[in-house]
């Protein structure tokens, strides 16, 4: 088969340019002050960051398992001599289609059906819930027995109005006559000996509550687990690993169980009550173990609405759990805090890290900020042309930039570009510019003069006091600029995550991955851009600006190389079927623009260059690292242009449904074409030429130079 289509123009003129404006706004610095001091505070917060976010995700796991090498605690598990009385809680609501087959899975186990006892608590259900489980129990014929006295042993708890889950668990412990309580959901189904498996482990009376494991099949009954990848894998080698050494921070809700007198009344707002009353086991001074032959079935959901409200409720119950139970977040009142704020605490922070690492990458020096300034302007003029020759009719491309409309991703998108167009950029470069105007209006001779004088529009006020007002001005668009910047960048990427639907694009890291990508090639050009300005106008380079540069460009790149690569370990994590896609195309078709080109010469040399000379830095010849810087910077870019085209052209490589390859032909002429795509990428360096020469003339970039004197201030207000 063959495809075309409207990439090519996108993934030359694309998201890489928006964030060299971003970058500049690092340190509002008027040109000609001398080489910013590096920030430490900033470095250090960065690096903080960055260790805190390898922690939560690679450092707790391998503490772990060297914690569990040095000193394991393995449980005493047995099989008790005289079977303990077991009471099996089942909370219910409007369970009609599932309730019957949970009761004959429990029925069933192989735990001696007269120590078994089954409670089903119906939480307000309004179906047919309460009447099949009476059914059942009126064919129950096995009694349990306690103190002399002989009990059902299968019985239902009504609760006439629903309450939630906490309460109806509340009120299934309160009518146990078990020892032991497991809890059980309604959807999942026991293996034979999976309460058998459970009961073993209080064999050990340090042990106070055990959590099962939760196995995912392709449908219920099946006799093959599903594979769902690494991530759950590793959850439940983590998991294990935690009992070995102590205690797991919480349990699975679908099985785990307790023994009854360590069970504290569940508050009714709580959220994770599988977390919630482990814990409270924990905090008492039992341990809560994991034991992965006690297993519960389920069937893999690929309801991913529902799939996402589920780890929505999560995150926030881990939160509520911290003000339900302040002992938590307490070495002295949680036995297990390094595992409990590693496993659970530490991931709930990490988006708060990720922005620490992202505003602490982000400071520019101030010489280049006028230089970013104009390559942003003079790219982002570039931006909607690649729309228009697409459309066909210019009209169309100005319209949905000034007409937003909701239903219209694309049209959205000429609004949020119109928006930080004009809006931002314009408006700060004519505040940071407008002093230069006045006087530049007032020295230059003939025709250059009389441009400058216009872009006055009339205001050459140049006191002191009005120069501090340009200043506020521009800081406040600053602050209204940088989400501005995300906003387009991260739409970008939702166009093409969301809308476009392809499976190498429809992933949720897609917008950030655009976020992230953008800023580091906006890093290179502004270093690129710099070096290459200087040595055509023969002075010499700011050093020690460079170095700045450099080692934020730095930073920036391992924030955005890791975003990347969790995008594929993500992939693998899930086992995504389009990962083997993928991997065919990655070792074919795309094996010098992904494999060499973006991924080695793009990513890996860039890493190590910068990174040996934050390293050795003062062994490394200026000269040498002026080298690097640019070389770097080169790499960079090229490599941002290969996950352009391997994300914009390898993405209509294969099928939508993953049965077949496609192939991609760009023609030669044409609105699509090769001449078009080389036209619009020398374009903006076409007009930055100009608006370097009329906008940053050589005394605007040699630091030490001075700018030209002000004349007498005019009164405030006046206009020519």
Same mark, same amino acid.
């Given at each position: 088969?063959?495809?075309?289509?409207?990439?090519?123009?996108?993934?030359?003129?694309?998201?890489?340019?928006?964030?060299?404006?971003?970058?500049?706004?690092?340190?509002?610095?008027?040109?000609?002050?001398?080489? *910013?001091?590096?920030?430490?505070?900033?470095?250090?917060?960065?690096?903080?960051?960055?260790?805190?976010?390898?922690?939560?995700?690679?450092?707790?796991?391998?503490?772990?398992?060297?914690?569990?090498?040095?000193?394991?605690?393995?449980?005493?598990?047995?099989?008790?001599?005289?079977?303990?009385?077991?009471?099996?809680?089942?909370?219910?609501?409007?369970?009609?289609?599932?309730?019957?087959?949970?009761?004959?899975?429990?029925?069933?186990?192989?735990?001696?059906?007269?120590?078994?006892?089954?409670?089903?608590?119906?939480?307000?259900?309004?179906?047919?819930?309460?009447?099949?489980?009476?059914?059942?129990?009126?064919?129950?014929?096995?009694?349990?027995?306690?103190?002399?006295?002989?009990?059902?042993?299968?019985?239902?708890?009504?609760?006439?109005?629903?309450?939630?889950?906490?309460?109806? %668990?509340?009120?299934?412990?309160?009518?146990?006559?078990?020892?032991?309580?497991?809890?059980?959901?309604?959807?999942?189904?026991?293996?034979?000996?999976?309460?058998?498996?459970?009961?073993?482990?209080?064999?050990?009376?340090?042990?106070?509550?055990?959590?099962?494991?939760?196995?995912?099949?392709?449908?219920?009954?099946?006799?093959?687990?599903?594979?769902?990848?690494?991530?759950?894998?590793?959850?439940?080698?983590?998991?294990?690993?935690?009992?070995?050494?102590?205690?797991?921070?919480?349990?699975?809700?679908?099985?785990?169980?307790?023994?009854?007198?360590?069970?504290?009344?569940?508050? +009714?707002?709580?959220?994770?009550?599988?977390?919630?009353?482990?814990?409270?086991?924990?905090?008492?001074?039992?341990?809560?173990?994991?034991?992965?032959?006690?297993?519960?079935?389920?069937?893999?959901?690929?309801?991913?609405?529902?799939?996402?409200?589920?780890?929505?409720?999560?995150?926030?119950?881990?939160?509520?759990?911290?003000?339900?139970?302040?002992?938590?977040?307490?070495?002295?009142?949680?036995?297990?805090?390094?595992?409990?704020?590693?496993?659970?605490?530490?991931?709930?922070?990490?988006?708060?890290?990720?922005?620490?690492?992202?505003?602490?990458?982000?400071?520019?020096?101030?010489?280049?900020?006028?230089?970013?300034?104009?390559?942003?302007?003079?790219?982002?003029?570039?931006?909607?042309?690649?729309?228009?020759?697409?459309?066909?009719?210019?009209?169309?491309?100005?319209?949905?930039?000034?007409? *937003?409309?909701?239903?219209?991703?694309?049209?959205?998108?000429?609004?949020?570009?119109?928006?930080?167009?004009?809006?931002?950029?314009? %408006?700060?470069?004519?505040?940071?510019?407008?002093?230069?105007?006045?006087?530049?209006?007032?020295?230059?001779?003939?025709?250059?003069?009389?441009?400058?004088?216009? @872009?006055?529009?009339?205001?050459?006020?140049?006191?002191?006091?009005?120069?501090?007002?340009?200043?506020?001005?521009?800081?406040?668009?600053?602050?209204?600029?940088?989400?501005?910047?995300?906003?387009?960048?991260?739409?970008?990427?939702?166009? @093409?995550?969301?809308?476009?639907?392809?499976?190498?694009?429809?992933?949720?890291?897609?917008?950030?991955?655009?976020?992230?990508?953008?800023?580091?090639?906006?890093?290179?050009?502004?270093?690129? %851009?710099?070096?290459?300005?200087?040595?055509?106008?023969?002075?010499?380079?700011?050093?020690?600006?460079? +170095?700045?540069?450099?080692?934020?460009?730095?930073?920036?790149?391992?924030?955005?190389?890791?975003?990347?690569?969790?995008?594929?370990?993500?992939?693998?994590?899930?086992?995504?079927?389009?990962?083997?896609?993928?991997?065919?195309?990655?070792?074919?078709?795309?094996?010098?623009?992904?494999?060499?080109?973006?991924?080695?010469?793009?990513?890996?040399?860039?890493?190590?260059?910068?990174?040996?000379?934050?390293?050795?830095?003062?062994?490394?010849?200026?000269?040498?690292?002026?080298?690097?810087? @640019?070389?770097?910077?080169?790499?960079?870019?090229?490599?941002?242009?290969?996950?352009?085209?391997?994300?914009?052209?390898?993405?209509?490589? @294969?099928?939508?449904?993953?049965?077949?390859?496609?192939?991609?032909?760009?023609?030669?002429?044409?609105?699509?074409?090769?001449?078009?795509?080389?036209?619009?990428?020398?374009?903006?360096?076409?007009?930055?030429?100009?608006?370097?020469?009329?906008?940053?003339?050589?005394?605007?970039?040699?630091?030490?130079?001075?700018?030209?004197?002000?004349?007498?201030?005019?009164?405030?207000?006046?206009?020519?």
């Amino acid at each position: 088969m063959t495809r075309s289509g409207a990439g090519v123009p996108i993934s030359c003129t694309g998201g890489t340019p928006f964030a060299v404006y971003w970058l500049g706004r690092g340190v509002r610095a008027r040109p000609g002050l001398p080489s *910013p001091v590096r920030r430490t505070p900033m470095k250090i917060l960065f690096w903080l960051s960055l260790v805190y976010i390898l922690y939560a995700y690679a450092g707790y796991p391998l503490a772990l398992w060297i914690w569990a090498r040095v000193r394991p605690r393995p449980v005493a598990k047995a099989a008790p001599a005289a079977e303990p009385l077991v009471t099996a809680v089942v909370a219910a609501r409007n369970e009609e289609r599932n309730i019957g087959k949970r009761i004959e899975n429990l029925l069933s186990q192989t735990y001696p059906p007269r120590k078994l006892e089954i409670v089903v608590v119906s939480d307000g259900s309004t179906d047919g819930t309460e009447r099949v489980v009476e059914e059942y129990a009126a064919r129950e014929t096995a009694h349990i027995e306690r103190g002399g006295e002989r009990f059902p042993r299968l019985r239902l708890a009504r609760i006439p109005e629903s309450r939630g889950k906490p309460n109806a %668990l509340n009120t299934g412990v309160g009518l146990a006559h078990g020892e032991i309580v497991v809890f059980a959901d309604a959807r999942q189904a026991f293996d034979p000996g999976a309460v058998r498996e459970l009961v073993g482990n209080f064999a050990d009376p340090a042990v106070g509550s055990v959590s099962g494991e939760l196995a995912f099949y392709d449908r219920p009954g099946a006799g093959v687990k599903t594979e769902i990848g690494l991530y759950w894998k590793i959850e439940k080698w983590i998991r294990k690993t935690e009992g070995l050494v102590h205690s797991i921070a919480g349990a699975t809700g679908a099985i785990y169980a307790i023994r009854r007198e360590l069970f504290e009344r569940i508050p +009714d707002e709580t959220i994770l009550d599988d977390v919630y009353v482990p814990m409270k086991i924990v905090c008492r001074g039992y341990r809560n173990v994991f034991d992965e032959r006690a297993i519960a079935r389920d069937e893999f959901s690929m309801n991913l609405p529902v799939e996402r409200r589920r780890k929505v409720r999560t995150l926030l119950g881990n939160y509520q759990l911290l003000r339900l139970m302040p002992e938590l977040s307490s070495p002295a009142g949680n036995p297990i805090f390094f595992q409990f704020f590693s496993h659970k605490i530490a991931r709930l922070f990490v988006p708060f890290f990720f922005i620490a690492l992202f505003v602490s990458s982000i400071f520019v020096p101030g010489p280049v900020y006028r230089l970013a300034l104009l390559t942003s302007l003079a790219f982002l003029l570039c931006a909607p042309l690649p729309l228009l020759f697409h459309l066909g009719h210019p009209e169309r491309c100005l319209e949905i930039m000034m007409t *937003p409309h909701l239903t219209s991703p694309m049209a959205m998108f000429g609004f949020v570009y119109a928006w930080y167009l004009m809006a931002v950029l314009l %408006l700060e470069l004519w505040f940071d510019y407008r002093r230069d105007f006045v006087v530049w209006s007032q020295t230059e001779p003939g025709l250059r003069g009389i441009i400058y004088r216009l @872009f006055t529009v009339g205001v050459m006020d140049v006191s002191e006091e009005a120069v501090r007002l340009d200043e506020r001005l521009g800081r406040i668009l600053t602050i209204i600029g940088i989400p501005s910047a995300f906003l387009l960048h991260g739409y970008v990427g939702f166009i @093409f995550g969301s809308v476009k639907a392809n499976p190498w694009w429809g992933n949720v890291l897609m917008p950030i991955i655009f976020i992230f990508s953008a800023i580091v090639s906006g890093m290179a050009l502004c270093v690129f %851009l710099y070096m290459t300005i200087n040595w055509g106008r023969r002075t010499p380079q700011n050093v020690p600006c460079l +170095d700045a540069m450099a080692m934020f460009l730095f930073y920036a790149l391992v924030v955005d190389a890791s975003i990347e690569a969790l995008d594929w370990i993500h992939r693998l994590y899930a086992a995504d079927e389009s990962i083997h896609i993928l991997k065919t195309l990655a070792s074919g078709k795309l094996f010098y623009t992904l494999l060499v080109g973006q991924a080695f010469f793009g990513t890996l040399v860039p890493l190590l260059a910068l990174g040996s000379v934050q390293l050795f830095r003062r062994r490394i010849p200026v000269l040498w690292r002026e080298r690097l810087y @640019f070389l770097s910077s080169v790499l960079i870019l090229l490599g941002v242009f290969a996950m352009r085209w391997n994300v914009v052209i390898g993405g209509q490589l @294969f099928s939508k449904s993953l049965r077949g390859f496609t192939s991609y032909k760009m023609e030669a002429a044409g609105h699509e074409g090769w001449f078009m795509a080389l036209f619009l990428m020398v374009l903006p360096f076409i007009i930055l030429t100009v608006l370097l020469k009329y906008f940053l003339p050589i005394k605007h970039v040699l630091p030490h130079e001075e700018a030209p004197p002000a004349p007498p201030a005019a009164p405030a207000g006046a206009a020519s």
